[in-house]
């Protein structure tokens, strides 16, 4: 089965592209806390060595974002900052020369916050992920909706966003729209792939332990890529994060497989 | 796209002998009988065999199986002994044609349907198992089976082909075969591939089929090779998992859902995430169930479960039916009580 990749812009990560035909890109997230810099960086080191190709870290506060700078001097991939709630995490960690950002529509909602991030990341070519997430949709969304989680609704929450980002011309911007249902997740990407042509970022989120995070993921990033949709993975799994990258190797592989009729 | 609708479970199938397990089958009891079962007879041990296979059918209400066999010189041969099951089950019987050319398969099918007869088998079903190398040979065997005898003499004829290497070709090719209506109403097409496929294989195979409502008449087996056969693996407990990540609203047990960890985490997620699970995977009763590390996705994510666990500055909050019911200012024994919550959970829906 020959794969009919839906050309995407392109988006550079550090030294990678993501997006218009180049290769899917496996990326995972790090457990351990920045505080902890040597932790992470033997961790990373360790998933560079399986394979992962871009790794992301959660700042959950200002010591955290301190520490990027001395991560990224002992890596070789790309490392992308997850940023929730406070604005200036992102300011410090586009600071400490980070290559991306992930930003999270449900928690940070102040335009003017907002505007502050993307005029730092443009002053250093730094592309944003908006990653829109079934447990944290925004509020408003979600209320005007009965509170029911659709793809509809996740690909308003990034709409609204990517509006925001392109007000200021900043169109270095990746999306993901993860849900927990692996179907929700197949006809939210299907849905935003049709609205723009933003790389995208696939994956199923909270898919649980080992055994139900591979079935799920199989099933929503495969038929995914299967439909040519989709740039760059991550496998959640609720486990060591050296799986993820065996089982987004594992599922790249199944879809790419070579074709004998 | 499938959101609740039910799962026709009479199109998913499985190797009896694969993967029987007593504990398992004993709690998805309610829906056993609905499953399709194969049985490979051979000659050898044939007595063994059918004696499991009654004891089988009687204890859990089996409705659906096929008998196999790997030619038809065997099935012809094995006939006279699988007399018991007349009046027990609409006998199927599933042949491997592998070596037979269409003229040969038409001729032993009248033989086959000749003693079938005068054992005085009735309603029987039929599959053909081939291997093609173009869709010519695959048409030209539905045109064949297509023919007045098949169709007034056979309850149903499913036909199974098995391309080259790759898994995923049979499922454009069954789809443009069906949408071009080739089949008539009795002829199924069944979804097998050859020797077992990875857990990550069977679960894009299984989507693919069942995303499609073109396919949903086809018949797919689910055959997963694991690395080591222990009780964290098996076949019925993992095809379970992915028709419930499918959407079907009529699965039993737990559908689970943690966060992969990260930074924020406050809890120890890894930990009682694995430990939850193993402790409720064998619950027959329809549930969703969450374990998240922190307030980012936790509470969102909980709401939505009937009974979740999300980690906290101070310890955790424990939902139920998007309320909170509990907050916790620790994180000791944290598993033991969420475990007890869960279960307390369960009777009060139970009665």
Redesign the interface.
């Known amino acids: 089965?020959q794969v009919k990749r839906k050309l995407t812009r392109k988006v550079k990560v550090g030294n990678l592209i993501i997006g218009n035909g180049n290769p899917i890109i496996i990326q995972s997230?790090?457990?351990?806390?920045?505080?902890n810099y040597n932790l992470v960086i033997d961790e990373i080191k360790r998933l560079e060595e399986a394979g992962c190709q871009i790794i992301r870290?959660?700042?959950?506060d200002e010591s955290?974002a301190k520490n990027i700078s001395k991560i990224k001097n002992a890596i070789n991939i790309p490392l992308v900052a997850?940023i929730?709630f406070d604005y200036k995490l992102a300011l410090i960690a586009i600071d400490e020369g980070v290559d991306k950002l992930r930003l999270?529509p449900?928690?940070i909602k102040n335009k003017d916050h907002i505007s502050k991030i993307v005029e730092a990341a443009k002053k250093r070519n730094i592309p944003i992920r908006i990653g829109v997430?079934?447990?944290?949709?925004p509020k408003e969304l979600l209320q005007k909706n009965n509170n029911i989680?659709t793809p509809n609704i996740l690909v308003e929450a990034a709409l609204y966003e990517i509006k925001l980002l392109e007000e200021q011309n900043f169109y270095d911007i990746v999306i993901s729209l993860k849900s927990?249902?692996?179907?929700i997740t197949?006809?939210a990407y299907r849905l935003i792939s049709q609205i723009c042509n933003y790389p995208l970022h696939l994956g199923v989120?909270?898919?649980?332990?080992l055994?139900?995070?591979?079935?799920?993921s199989?099933?929503g990033i495969?038929?995914l890529l299967?439909e040519g949709i989709g740039d760059t993975i991550r496998v959640?799994?609720?486990?060591?994060?050296i799986n993820?990258i065996i089982?987004a190797k594992?599922?790249l592989n199944?879809?790419y497989?070579?074709?004998?009729? | 796209?499938?959101?609740n609708k039910p799962c026709n479970f009479s199109t998913v199938e499985f190797d009896i002998n694969n993967i029987y397990n007593e504990k398992i089958f004993n709690s998805f009891y309610s829906v056993i009988p609905f499953f399709t079962y194969q049985l490979k007879l051979n000659s050898i041990n044939i007595h063994s065999q059918l004696k499991f296979l009654l004891k089988i059918i009687i204890k859990y209400k089996i409705k659906n199986i096929w008998l196999n066999f790997s030619s038809f010189k065997e099935c012809l041969k094995l006939l006279p002994k699988i007399k018991i099951f007349k009046n027990i089950l609409n006998l199927k019987l599933a042949i491997n044609c592998q070596e037979y050319s269409n003229i040969q398969i038409q001729k032993y099918i009248l033989r086959l349907y000749t003693k079938l007869q005068k054992l005085r088998f009735n309603n029987l079903s039929l599959r053909l198992y081939k291997n093609i190398s173009?869709y010519n040979e695959a048409i030209n065997l539905i045109k064949n089976t297509s023919k007045k005898f098949f169709i007034k003499n056979f309850y149903k004829i499913s036909l199974c082909f098995f391309?080259?290497?790759?898994p995923?070709?049979i499922i454009?090719f069954y789809h443009l075969i069906i949408s071009k209506n080739y089949l008539l109403p009795k002829i199924n097409l069944h979804i097998e591939y050859k020797t077992k496929l990875?857990?990550?294989?069977n679960?894009?195979l299984?989507?693919?089929k069942f995303?499609n409502l073109i396919l949903d008449k086809c018949s797919i087996m689910s055959k997963i090779k694991y690395e080591n056969e222990d009780n964290?693996n098996n076949t019925f407990l993992?095809t379970l998992?992915?028709l419930r990540?499918?959407?079907f609203n009529n699965i039993p047990g737990v559908y689970?859902?943690?966060?992969?960890?990260?930074?924020?985490?406050k809890i120890n997620?890894?930990k009682i995430?694995?430990n939850i699970?193993n402790k409720i995977k064998l619950i027959n009763y329809p549930i969703k169930v969450?374990?998240?590390g922190c307030e980012?996705?936790?509470?969102?994510?909980a709401i939505?479960a009937d009974i979740g666990l999300a980690g906290t500055k101070f310890g955790a909050i424990i939902f139920q039916k998007g309320k909170v019911t509990e907050k916790l200012n620790t994180t000791e024994k944290l598993e033991d009580i969420f475990y007890e919550r869960i279960l307390n959970f369960l009777n009060a829906s139970q009665t």
Do not use: W
């Open positions: 089965m997230m790090c457990i351990n806390d920045p505080k870290i959660g700042i959950p955290s997850d929730h999270n449900g928690n997430n079934s447990g944290s949709v989680i927990s249902s692996p179907i197949i006809n989120t909270e898919a649980g332990i055994k139900t995070g591979q079935i799920r199989s099933i495969g038929i299967f959640s799994l609720t486990d060591d994060p993820e089982v594992q599922i199944t879809i497989q070579p074709t004998s009729l | 796209m499938q959101t173009n391309l080259n290497n790759n995923f070709n454009n990875s857990l990550i294989e679960s894009i299984f989507s693919l995303l964290f993992d998992e992915i990540s499918l959407e689970f859902i943690s966060c992969p960890t990260c930074a924020r985490c997620v890894i995430a694995n699970y969450a374990v998240m980012v996705n936790g509470p969102g994510e939505h």
